[in-house]
């Protein structure tokens, strides 16, 4: 039901944006959030907003490089990341939650991936 994408290989410094839009239903009345998980790691939080686009939060690790947002006529909500580094090298996984946290347990709805890999 979620789609992402605009994943793909891209040099250090570079940038990426990605989108997920859900089929089927709408979403514009929830959070959305941005994971992410690389090889042999946990999944981990990347950023996350209310529905209202008014609420972000962001990782420690991405605040100030990557710039959550959504368009809800458009029922897209959207990752713009900027000077990407190799430690960003990941599966990015978008998800549906009552309400913007960080915590992954709380998303109910999960697309499937998008790989992003940063080469140095």
């Known amino acids: 039901q979620l789609q992402a994408c605009g994943g793909g290989l891209v040099q250090a410094g570079g940038s990426l944006r990605l989108s997920c839009a859900p089929s089927?239903?709408?979403?514009?009345?929830?959070?959305m959030g941005w994971f992410r998980q690389a090889p042999g790691k946990e999944r981990e939080f990347v950023a996350t907003?209310?529905?209202?686009?008014?609420?972000?939060y962001y990782a420690d690790s991405v605040k100030g490089r990557f710039t959550i947002s959504r368009d809800n006529a458009k029922n897209t909500v959207f990752l713009q990341m900027t000077s990407l580094k190799p430690e960003d090298t990941a599966v990015y996984y978008c998800?549906?939650?009552?309400?913007?946290?960080?915590?992954?347990?709380?998303?109910?709805?999960w697309g499937q991936g998008t790989q992003v890999t940063v080469s140095s």
């Open positions: 998800a549906v939650g009552p309400s913007p946290r960080s915590e992954s347990r709380l998303y109910r709805y």
């Open positions: 089927g239903r709408t979403f514009s009345t929830y959070a």
């Open positions: 907003i209310s529905w209202s686009g008014g609420i972000t």
